[in-house]
């Protein structure tokens, strides 16, 4: 006799963000199988680092629908600006049967350099 095995519960996604090359914050994390029904990802943010305690609030900037779709850009970060990222499952846009959130990401978007004017004295 054979047991088939069928994922019902949410995993957990795995996340990850690209370094800081602009002013965009761009994402990705692993696909979650979900054998159940459709999945819904959640991204959220908070201004400021990672670190342990929470103190900003978490903020929703995204609801993606779809097992496929695993990536999200955030864009025009305010220069030096430090983002933190995390991204939940859901079995759909309720939120019904959350996985609970991934790992964090940090993001700080970088300072732009401007050129120094060549003609510049002192008087």
């Known amino acids: ?47 400021g680092t990672c670190v342990l305690p929470d103190t900003a609030p978490w903020v929703e900037i995204k609801t993606i629908g779809g097992a496929d779709n695993v990536t999200h850009s955030d864009p025009n970060i305010a220069e030096g600006m430090t983002m933190c990222y995390r991204v939940g499952a859901a079995a759909d846009a309720g939120r019904t049967a959350l996985s609970g959130w991934s790992n964090r990401a940090e993001y700080t978007s970088p300072k732009l350099t401007r050129p120094v004017p060549a003609n510049l004295g002192v008087q």
């Open 1 to 47: 006799m054979k047991t088939l095995l069928l994922i019902t519960a949410l995993m957990l996604p795995t996340f990850a963000l690209a370094g800081p090359l602009d002013n965009n914050a761009d994402m990705t994390w692993d696909k979650v199988i979900y054998l159940a029904g459709p999945i819904t990802y959640i991204v959220e943010r908070k201004v």
